[in-house]
């Protein structure tokens, strides 16, 4: 093995880590999404997390969900949130698996409610 086989195995294998490190949310962009779940349930609907990964866009997460309402088998459900490009913990798109929800409905999500201790005290545990 020469020097230069071992510079491309340690190429290699940095960019397999950083790879593996990609796939992994951001931990406060999790967060904010999370808070968000409730708000994409009915009324008097459980929300469990089922699993956190990093979402099909950049700039994306995706939790999966349950679903969960008294006499009803757990439904299960996902959600997508998009984060802008200015800020990480900016959020600038959320979709269910219900479709998008629209810009006013984004805009007062964001503005009036995910900062609030109501959204807090509803989030979900992280999967």
């Known amino acids: 093995?020469?020097?230069?086989?071992?510079?491309?195995?340690?190429?290699?294998?940095?960019?397999?880590?950083?790879?593996?490190?990609?796939?992994?949310?951001?931990?406060?962009?999790?967060?904010?999404?999370?808070?968000?779940?409730?708000?994409?349930?009915?009324?008097?609907?459980?929300?469990?997390?089922l699993r956190e990964a990093a979402g099909p866009q950049e700039r994306s997460i995706r939790i999966d969900f349950s679903q969960e309402r008294e006499g009803r088998s757990p439904l299960p459900r996902y959600a997508v949130c998009q984060f802008s490009g200015l800020n990480r913990t900016d959020l600038s798109g959320l979709t269910s698996d219900r479709g998008p929800v629209g810009g006013a409905a984004l805009y007062l999500l964001k503005h009036y409610y995910l900062?609030?201790?109501?959204?807090?005290?509803?989030?979900?545990?992280?999967g």
């Open 1 to 49: 093995m020469g020097p230069g086989f071992r510079g491309r195995l340690a190429a290699l294998a940095a960019l397999a880590s950083v790879t593996a490190c990609a796939g992994s949310p951001d931990a406060e962009q999790a967060r904010i999404c999370r808070r968000a779940l409730p708000t994409l349930v009915p009324s008097g609907a459980r929300v469990t997390v």
């Open 115 to 126: 900062d609030t201790p109501d959204a807090a005290v509803a989030e979900p545990g992280a």
